[in-house]
């Protein structure tokens, strides 16, 4: 256990159907990282915060995706109007910047089915 | 864009035998990371490289990094089944995104 926690772990929806995950860091944690990685492939970036603040997003973050961090602690990752194709794995991850390691320790994942 | 690649992408080796896992980048990076991840579960952090000749070590793995040639290798010695799992290396800039291999699924046969 890393300390980072995703909710729920496991979702099934209908396609056109809007999902949101939860994911909460690390505390002291002032990044947050949000990942998608399908079936035989490594994680692919989507989007990071700094505190609240949402500093880089992914071109695979299409406008059905958004994603929040209102008070720079837990964020949530939404995805509307959900297509096949959405079907994977999303993983949270967090990390402490001003450190020199820069490590991102990942929850546990959320697997996203859609049907 | 950063490319990040592995090899092998599948690895079957028996118990008790020694292998190296390569990982290639593409840009500069001065911090590589490996991680292991097993059938359904999330990654775990294996080994942090922050310069150019570092070298970490940890049981049966040993990681190492070469940042002009842009390689970093994870040597496995006497492999035991416990270390069947996939294993991804991760390299990042500016402390930003990771941009991660494809992995090596490594199966390790009694």
């Known amino acids: 256990d890393t300390g980072v926690s995703q909710d729920p772990r496991h979702k099934i929806t209908k396609r056109g159907q809007n999902v949101t995950f939860r994911c909460d860091p690390i505390?002291?944690?002032?990044?947050l990282y949000w990942y998608r990685q399908t079936l035989g492939q490594g994680p692919e970036f989507l989007t990071y915060f700094q505190n609240e603040a949402q500093l880089e997003k992914s071109r695979l973050l299409s406008d059905r995706f958004s994603a929040e961090r209102p008070k720079g602690s837990f964020s949530t990752l939404e995805i509307q109007r959900t297509e096949q194709g959405d079907s994977a794995m999303y993983l949270c991850?967090?990390?402490?910047?001003?450190?020199?390691?820069?490590?991102?320790?990942f929850g546990p994942g959320t697997r996203l089915t859609v049907t | 864009e950063l490319k990040v690649e592995q090899n092998p992408l599948f690895l079957s080796m028996q118990e008790g035998k020694n292998y190296t896992i390569y990982c290639n980048y593409s840009t500069t990076s001065d911090r590589l990371y490996w991680y292991r991840q097993d059938p359904g579960k999330s990654l775990e952090s294996l080994f942090v490289?922050?310069?150019?000749?570092a070298v970490k070590q940890e049981g049966r793995l040993m990681a190492s990094l070469d940042t002009k040639a842009r390689l970093s290798t994870l040597h496995i010695t006497a492999a035991v089944h416990d270390l069947s799992a996939t294993y991804f290396c991760?390299?990042?800039?500016?402390?930003?995104?990771?941009?991660f291999g494809t992995g090596t699924s490594l199966t390790v046969i009694p």
């Open positions: 991850a967090s990390s402490l910047v001003g450190g020199q390691r820069y490590e991102q320790y």
């Open positions: 505390s002291e944690h002032n990044r």
């Open positions: 490289l922050l310069s150019n000749g």
């Open positions: 991760a390299v990042d800039i500016y402390g930003n995104q990771f941009y």
